[in-house]
């Protein structure tokens, strides 16, 4: 797996889990939790689709529109559980972080795009992690064992995170063959300049 694609199943997995997390315990969801949750994951996920959707769409456009929509789809299928209000809390935040995940990542030039995606998902994980443990108070509240007990835990999502993290140090630091030709709106500026010339 390449290293974009390593960060696809990142960002994946912090939403699945989120959703199903405050699914299973959405009658007992607290005031803070139902402010705080939507808009974080909106920020985390919206953000990251913001900057991959910049690195595999070529088109400024076309990328601005995906990294927006799904920053939006992500904050708002948390916040739809809990409510309206939730919902506008998720649905515009994710909105915003994915319009600033697009633009930001083309700040930077195609040599370090790998740096600062890893940069990108180290503060996702802590924060992700923070997350965990203010939705750990549900659980705490509710009578879960076994394997949802685990997996619901933050010492789960801290692995998660180190271990996801690490591999993608592993495999950038080799030759990833979907860094070695240009994409997204790189893609998009060569071709712009071939045809100038």
């Known amino acids: 797996m390449s290293s974009l694609g390593l960060a696809v199943v990142f960002y994946i997995f ?13 009658a007992t969801v607290t005031e803070s939790i139902r402010m705080v949750s939507p808009m974080v994951v909106g920020m985390i996920v919206g953000f990251g689709g913001g900057t991959l959707s910049g690195l595999y769409i070529a088109g400024p456009v076309q990328s601005l529109v995906l990294g927006v929509l799904l920053g939006i789809f992500s904050g708002s299928i948390i916040g739809g559980l809990m409510g309206l209000g939730a919902f506008l809390n998720g649905a515009s935040s994710g909105m915003m972080a994915g319009l600033m995940g697009v633009m930001l990542i083309q700040m930077f030039p195609q040599s370090e ?10 503060v996702s994980g802590f924060l992700q992690f923070a997350h965990t443990l203010l939705l750990q108070r549900l659980s705490s509240e509710n009578v879960i064992e076994g394997t949802f007990k685990v997996l619901s835990s933050p010492l789960f999502m801290f692995l998660f995170i180190s271990t996801v993290l690490m591999v993608y140090v592993t495999v950038a630091n080799h030759n990833d063959p979907e860094q070695a030709k240009p994409l997204g709106l790189q893609k998009t500026i ?3 300049n071939h045809t100038n010339h």
């Open 14 to 26: 912090i939403l699945v889990w989120s959703f199903v997390i405050i699914l299973r315990f959405k």
């Open 113 to 122: 795009w790998k740096d600062v995606l890893f940069f990108f998902m180290v």
């Open 190 to 192: 060569q071709n712009t």
